[in-house]
């Protein structure tokens, strides 16, 4: 937003008139194209605010939202209709929390329930699952590095347990592996995990494969959806090489805050998600060894 009151101050001064495309002076041409990516994108996810009041309403299938009189809608405009009023609750906090712009790309809980409302993917229950335990073939905790020996040592010094306690937890067999290929993960391994997350509902499975794309980790994410890992845990697991290579070698100091703090954020919405998702159905443990 900024830039912007700055490009319309430089025009005044350089009596450009308004409307017309396509005149701007090399410096303003300089710096718009060296705005990172990421930032035009944002740009183009936000809006001003146009609401005062955020509400909830409980309806015929579920809680919606309100903002002032209008109901929210999704982006197939849907009705924004969500199962529990307990997901209603953060999802109202989500919007009531935005100040003078709306900032879309910091809202993750309702992203997730748009997905999960207009499903653009038209994807089935048994999709959403195999889509979940396909990561178990590229899970960053089971591929190792074979040097230096100090990056050996804490891979398995920090990813061993987790490994160690997913396998006692579920009954299954998961490794790791050297290999440019990854561990080879047996079948029964595959069929009890499919099992498992067949017990969750159509919107937390959502939830799962959000967080599993965020830790590039399916067995970090079952490690915080069964509470074994903290979002702050799992997140560091995560980008633990990433954080070795820092340490030794350095950093851009805003950068690695940055994507540090936009993975937690993601990561902790959708656990919260896969939680709130899961508060109206029993999740069954028949499979779990307690």
Known sequence: MNVKTNKQTKNKRKGKRKGIPGRHNTATKNIVRCKPSWQKQRVNLERKRFYQNVSITQGEGGFEINLDHRKLKT???KLFTV?????AIAVATEWDSQQDTIKFYTMHLTTLCNTSLDNPTQRNKDQLIQAAVKFLDTDTLCYRVEEPETLVELQKNEWD???????KRYGVKIGSST?????????QTREVLTSHLAS???WALQGIEFVVAQLKS????????DLHLTVEQAVLLSRLEEEYQIQKWGNVEWAHDYELQELRARTAAGTLFIHLCSESSTVKHKLLQE
């Open 75 to 77: 982006p197939q405009a």
């Open 83 to 87: 199962p529990n009023e307990a997901l």
């Open 161 to 167: 347990p987790i490994i160690e306690w997913a396998e």
């Open 179 to 187: 290999s440019i290929m990854g561990p080879s993960i047996p079948a």
């Open 200 to 202: 969750y509902n159509m």
């Open 218 to 225: 399916m067995v970090l994410t079952l490690g915080l959806i």
